[in-house]
């Protein structure tokens, strides 16, 4: 039994995302309490640059190479993960609270019959080895701390921003090339097309900044102010369910109970009342800011910031103000 | 075609609920069919009404049938609770291998199910049961067209940077977000009709289940109330001050720029 704290690497386009690097961190962070390794499971080929970026968040990783696995299907991944894990019997599996992560965990859970802890915000790791997982429950009404039976691997999904990257991780891994683990007849899915997102930077589950408008952007194409002032903070832009069901803005933007959960640094909601389908959607963002013209608006409950006053004053001159004080850090 | 929907009664998003004890929550009696499962139900009758069969709507729930009603009454022909004393504090995937072992020798194509239950959020049953059976799944779908003579899914599934097209050989399992379909509001008389509707009732034991069958992978060990965030800090100064303000804010107390 290795023992090892693994992470599942994400990558798109070959480039590996932060979610990967965060976890990576923890990893590391938990294995000084209890002298594991910490090792990076990378699945899909032309990897070099993957590979060159994870060395120095782990001891090892585990490459497996093949052109199945990509793009994703849990078809491909969960037998090649699950003959890997069964070989080396780690202690702990994590991977990002994403599209894939959510696709893949509760099934390869289910498969190897452990734990399995969903969309968590934060991980502790005990002296004694303890894992507990904190995660939302009720949208973010409540919060649960998780624990784990015996089985191994302890598994969990975890959203963005719930750790720092480790400036300097230390490390220099070993790469194990692994001889990947496919049946072809179970790879009964197949990927026929993929349409990219118009205009889409990162998905604003995955943004560091995310900019918004409720209904009080009053049309459509007002959204461009918003836009702006994303571009100058290389953030994204979210919204509100009102306008997403008035055909304004995509579904894929909107945060909220039925929409998306989001961790961000910064969060500035514009014309936003603050009705709790959407507040639930940004309990965990660092840092909260609203404007609106109604002083009492309920936005203002879950702020850190916030300036009652008109948002179509506000938001260019913002944009104005965070590009002059960006230039002068240049 | 035969489909089968899980659903689930859950607590209203407008419900108050908040942490009673390390063990126990407080949950205002507000309760609705989770949204996303309505949208599974719904997307199971128009493919219903597009190559006839039968829809059942499936439950785990010691207490709760009124989403097996909205089922009904939305217009599905058949109605099972499983509920036993001993799920009371089963995890996902216990209830997992339960609907599982009740679905594995039913002659079913599709299994439909919300993206994830609005009160525990966790997004486990569906994938789980799949795994269980040994079909595909797919999760978070926003476009479904099936060809019931090939028996095949084509599927629109929702990834981070854009939308993926995939096929899938049925029968399947895919859990359903939002945008793939506008349930439908049920007649009121579809909603009398479905009061009185017939709901078969099964245990653990008739599934040949036992209480260590449903034993817990993972527990919660605590509630926590969630992290509550200082009181606002409101730029009163006028415009344009309150802007450069708010910005010298953004960086130099909260660091975020």
Redesign the interface.
């Known amino acids: 039994m290795s023992n090892d704290i693994w992470v599942l690497a994400e990558h ?1 386009e070959g480039k590996v995302k932060k979610i990967t690097f965060e976890l990576l961190s923890a990893g590391i962070d938990f294995s000084k309490k209890t002298g594991q390794e910490v090792a990076a499971l990378l699945l899909g080929s032309g990897l070099e640059e993957a590979v060159k970026s994870l060395t120095p968040f782990a001891d090892k990783i585990y490459l497996m190479d093949a052109p199945s696995f990509t ?1 994703y ?3 491909a991944y969960l037998a090649s993960i699950a003959s890997l894990i069964k070989e080396h019997q780690p202690s702990i599996l994590l991977g990002g609270a ?3 992560g ?2 893949l965990f ?2 390869l ?3 190897l ?7 968590c915000t934060g991980l502790s790791m005990g002296e004694d080895g303890k894992l ?1 997982a ?16 015996e ?1 191994r691997p302890r598994m969990a999904t975890v959203r963005n921003n719930a750790f720092l990257v480790n400036e300097n991780p230390g490390k220099s891994a070993k790469v194990i090339s692994v001889p990947p683990h496919i049946d072809p007849s179970l790879l ?10 118009t205009g ?1 930077k ?2 604003i ?2 943004a560091d ?1 995310v900019v918004a408008a409720g209904r009080g952007i009053k049309a459509p194409e007002n959204f461009k102010l918003i836009e702006d002032l994303a571009d100058v ?1 290389n953030g994204s832009v979210g919204t509100t369910r009102a306008t997403v069901d008035e055909g304004w803005r995509d ?2 933007d ?1 945060i909220g ?3 998306k959960n989001i961790s961000a ?2 969060y500035m909601a514009f014309g936003i009342s603050g009705a ?2 959407h507040v ?1 959607g940004i ?2 963002c ?5 404007v609106d013209t109604d ?1 009492n608006a309920l936005i ?10 008109d948002l179509f ?2 938001v260019p ?2 944009t104005e ?2 590009k002059k ?2 230039v002068a850090d240049q | 075609m035969e489909i089968y929907v899980l659903v689930k009664q859950v ?1 209203d ?2 419900a ?4 009673k004890s390390d063990s126990e ?1 407080e949950i205002e009696n507000k309760y609705f069919t989770s ?2 499962d309505e949208i599974a139900i719904e997307a199971g009758l128009k493919l219903k009404e597009k190559t006839g069969g039968k829809v059942t709507v499936l439950t785990v729930d010691n207490r709760r049938v009124d989403a097996l009603r909205r089922g009904i009454s939305m217009g599905a022909d058949d109605a099972v609770q499983i509920a036993d004393p001993a799920l009371e504090g089963a ?3 216990a209830l ?1 291998r339960t609907l599982s072992t009740y679905l594995k020798d039913k002659p079913f194509d599709l299994i439909l199910t919300g993206r994830q239950a ?11 049961v ?3 059976l040994g079909i ?5 779908i ?1 476009g479904l067209e099936v060809d019931d003579q090939k028996k095949e899914a ?1 599927v629109l ?13 049925l029968p399947a399992l895919f859990t359903c977000q ?2 793939l379909n506008v349930p439908r509001i049920p007649l009121v008389m579809n909603v009398m009709k479905a009061m009185k509707a017939q709901i078969k009732k099964v245990d653990l034991a008739s599934l040949g289940l036992g209480p260590s069958d449903v ?13 509550k ?2 009181p ?5 100064e006028d ?2 001050q ?3 303000t ?2 010298k ?3 130099e107390e ?1 660091k ?2």
């Open positions: 798109h793009p299907t849990s078809d994403t599209s894939t959510k696709d509760p099934r859970a289910m498969h019959q452990t734990g399995y802890a969903p969309d507990t904190r995660r939302p429950l009720f949208g973010g009404k409540v919060f649960a701390e998780m624990a784990f039976s089985a009964k899915k197949k990927v026929t097309g993929f349409e990219k997102a889409a990162l998905d589950t995955e900044i903070l579904l894929k909107q109970k039925s929409g640094k910064l709790i389908h639930l309990g965990t660092k840092t909260v800011v609203a002083p203002f409950n879950y702020a850190d910031y916030g300036i009652a006053g004053q506000i001159a913002l103000e965070f004080a960006l | 607590p998003p407008e108050i609920v908040k942490v929550l949204f996303f995890d996902q995937f997992a609005m009160d525990d959020d966790a997004g486990i049953v569906g994938p789980a799949a795994e269980c595909p799944h797919i999760h978070s926003i084509k599934r929702e990834v981070e940077n854009g939308k993926e097209s995939l096929t899938c050989p939002k945008g034993s817990p992978y993972i527990k919660i060990e605590k509630y926590v109330p969630p992290p965030r200082p606002v800090k409101m730029v009163k415009f344009p309150n802007v450069k708010l910005v804010l953004l960086r909260a975020v720029i």
